[in-house]
């Protein structure tokens, strides 16, 4: 399978978890969570963009970041699953949450920080293409912080999608502009 298609593979995934975010689709998740399944997939297939687009210093810091985001989204979905497997154990739940966020070295690489990485190191990456795809860059440079926008301040789910829809799209689109590897 070629890079281009794994990437491609890693925006469906990455989307389609993001229609169980933000509960679009209905919520049929009661012995697997999909959504996170989904989005950890997604997340590890994205890491084919580092190789896709074209290599300079930007490229290379952008795919720095992206790799950081991409293991912060593993230890995001782990923590997760971790909570879905409390099943309706609300109070299990509400202490690992609080140890969680009464520790530093797991709040701030794993829930706050870390999983923005991936977005950053993305737009990074479309970044290059500002003078030649202006419209798809703008959309994922543009798409990368509202997602974060409409889930931590917003805490809207339609939002979020609508996000997310337009941040995989530009992705998608830059990616059939960059020239096959020879």
Same mark, same amino acid.
């Given at each position: 399978?070629?890079?281009?298609?794994?990437?491609?593979?890693?925006?469906?995934f990455?989307?389609?978890?993001?229609?169980?975010?933000?509960?679009?689709?209905?919520?049929?998740?009661? %012995?697997?969570?999909?959504?996170?399944w +989904?989005?950890? @997939? *997604?997340a590890? #297939? =994205?890491?084919?963009?580092?190789?896709?687009?074209?290599?300079?210093?930007l490229?290379s810091?952008?795919?720095?970041?992206?790799?950081?985001?991409?293991?912060a989204?593993?230890?995001?979905?782990?923590?997760?699953?971790?909570?879905?497997?409390?099943?309706?154990?609300?109070?299990?739940?509400?202490?690992?949450s609080?140890?969680?966020?009464? %520790?530093?070295?797991?709040?701030?690489? +794993?829930?706050? @920080? *870390?999983p923005s #990485? =991936?977005?950053?190191?993305?737009?990074?990456?479309?970044?290059?293409f500002?003078?030649?795809?202006?419209?798809?860059?703008l959309?994922?440079?543009?798409?990368?912080?509202?997602?974060?926008?409409?889930?931590f301040?917003l805490?809207?789910?339609?939002?979020?999608?609508?996000?997310c829809?337009?941040?995989?799209?530009?992705?998608?689109?830059?990616?059939?502009k960059?020239?096959p590897?020879?």
């Amino acid at each position: 399978m070629k890079t281009k298609h794994l990437s491609l593979l890693g925006l469906f995934f990455f989307l389609l978890s993001y229609l169980f975010f933000s509960k679009v689709l209905p919520d049929f998740q009661t %012995s697997i969570d999909l959504a996170h399944w +989904f989005n950890l @997939i *997604g997340a590890c #297939l =994205l890491l084919s963009f580092n190789d896709v687009f074209p290599k300079n210093k930007l490229n290379s810091i952008a795919s720095f970041v992206t790799f950081l985001g991409v293991i912060a989204h593993a230890g995001l979905c782990t923590i997760d699953f971790i909570m879905f497997s409390f099943g309706n154990d609300d109070f299990a739940r509400e202490q690992l949450s609080q140890n969680i966020s009464n %520790s530093s070295f797991i709040l701030y690489p +794993f829930i706050i @920080i *870390g999983p923005s #990485l =991936l977005f950053i190191g993305l737009a990074m990456h479309a970044f290059n293409f500002i003078r030649t795809s202006t419209i798809s860059a703008l959309m994922v440079i543009i798409a990368a912080p509202a997602i974060g926008i409409s889930f931590f301040i917003l805490k809207d789910g339609v939002w979020m999608l609508l996000s997310c829809i337009v941040f995989t799209f530009g992705l998608g689109l830059l990616l059939f502009k960059v020239n096959p590897k020879k």
